[in-house]
């Protein structure tokens, strides 16, 4: 119980993070050489690598906040992320895998929410000195198609 509570407040750390536009403090979430990827799960099952975006440790993170806020040109939008069914499917003392489904509305120019993307988190989440971390993130995706300019962090 005590293992499920931490990797969920880490979870939710992580979303309220991206939902809040915090999105300096998401790398934080991540070991240094951490991994983060989206992907279609159409690729995933087929073991394509090609997906939507790839972060490969912290400064590449970093580098792709730094982009947000002074590269990109995209419309005011902000998320909201729905996550349940947290599942454990494998863990050591150090390592723990763990699963879990998203829903992330969208909100554009503060009109009406609409669904943006579901799919599912496949992580290997760490103990660091600092507590838990995702040593892999992995979104999976069930859209057909994203219909905008992915920029955030899902």
């Given amino acids: ?6 990797l969920t407040e880490l979870q939710t750390g992580y979303i309220a993070a991206i939902d809040d536009e915090r999105f300096e403090d998401w790398p934080n979430f ?3 050489d951490g991994n983060y990827e989206i992907i279609p799960r159409e690729n995933f099952v087929q073991g394509l690598p090609a997906g939507l975006m790839h972060c490969f440790g912290q400064t590449m993170m970093r580098d792709r906040v730094v982009s947000m806020r ?6 005011a939008h902000t998320y909201r992320h729905f996550v349940s069914g947290l599942e454990i499917l494998s863990q050591t003392a150090d390592e723990v895998v763990t699963r879990s489904n998203y829903l992330v ?17 496949e992580d290997i989440v760490v103990r660091t000195d600092a507590g838990w971390r ?8 069930e859209n057909a198609r994203v219909d905008t300019l992915l920029v955030i962090p899902v």
């Fill in 70 to 75: 002074e590269a990109n040109v995209y419309h």
């Fill in 30 to 32: 991540f070991t240094p």
């Fill in 134 to 141: 995702y040593k892999s993130k992995r979104a999976i995706y």
């Fill in 105 to 121: 509305m969208r909100t554009v120019n503060e009109l009406n929410a609409d669904v943006f993307q579901v799919g599912r988190y």
């Fill in 1 to 6: 119980m005590k293992l499920h509570f931490e």
